[in-house]
């Protein structure tokens, strides 16, 4: 457990350290890395711990960006309730959709999901004097703390270190041990008293948050936002980093997020077929590390524990 903590701590440091060497690029990439980690991370909590087909989880990236966004450009308050107001709007979306699909179950639930994430897509897309319809929005103000390259980074460094700290104590908890029974099987859980329906609405609403916090970062980072941040296929994405890495392991999905992004940064300099190299480097996970790499070295690393053992 102490050699955890210290490897956790010398990665933050080395993390915090980045801006001091990497030059303006390479930082932006380092925290779109970090925002999108979150997001992949925000994802597990329901579909690798909750067992719930998350299939759209994108949406709520979104509405957290355009929340944001929205608030910090025609807004009147302080920034700081711009940045509460793009997760705030995640969370009670994920509230009216989680309402709308929880009585369905499994494949059912994700179908209806897309149906509705798409409808909130397209509402976006088309509402040209709200949302900048296709255009986005774009030159977001930001504080004058956090709006140098230097100043982004470090806030979404803090603010995602926080969030995932904050969804670790989420799944080590009693709600969380709930909500991992409930996925290997609700319907013991619903026989011995537990309120199934109740524990994924709520996992739900804190996915949805922590989606929205991810996007704010990215508003924070980019200081714009676009409708094809939400569109269905960026779910999909978001949802193969949870399989490259290990929706079983909490730290997998952000691995995998990381994977995925550098692999989209450096790899298409080289080829525009870097989808494709993609696809082939999660069939070959899918065949051979079906627990995904993060799965993969947790389950060896225990094995040779219980041979020392």
Known sequence: MKNRHAALFLLLVLLAALPQF??????????I????????????LAIGYGGIYQFHHAVFYGIGAYGTALMLTRG??????????????????????????????????????ISLGSLVWATVYRWYSFTGGDDGIHGVPLPDAIASPQGSYYFTL???????????????????????????????????????????????????????????????VDT??????????????????????????????????AAIVLLRVFASVYTPYWSLLLGVLLTLVI???????????????????????
């Open 158 to 220: 803090a603010v995602a270190a926080l969030s995932v700290f904050a969804l670790y104590r989420i799944v080590r908890s009693p709600f969380g041990m709930t909500l991992q029974g409930i996925r290997d099987n609700p319907v013991r859980s619903e026989a011995i008293g537990v309120n199934v329906r109740l524990h994924q609405l709520a996992a739900l609403v804190v996915a949805g948050f922590f989606g929205g916090v991810a996007g704010m970062l990215f508003v924070v």
């Open 287 to 309: 065949i051979f590390l079906p627990d995904g790499v993060a799965g993969y070295l947790v389950r060896r690393l225990r094995g040779r524990e219980g041979v020392r053992a």
């Open 76 to 113: 009147t308050m302080p920034a700081v309730f711009g940045f509460l107001a793009g997760p705030l709007a995640s969370a009670a979306l994920s509230l009216v959709m989680g309402l709308v699909c929880i009585r369905l179950s499994k494949l059912y639930f994700g179908m209806l999901q």
């Open 33 to 44: 890395v970090l925002l999108t980690g979150l997001l992949a991370t925000s994802l597990n």
């Open 224 to 257: 714009s936002v676009f409708p094809d941040m939400m569109f269905w296929t960026f779910s999909l994405e978001v949802l193969v980093m949870c399989l490259l890495g290990g929706m079983y392991t909490f730290f997998g999905p952000f691995a995998g997020a």
């Open 22 to 31: 990497l030059p303006r690029f390479y930082t932006y990439i380092a925290a």
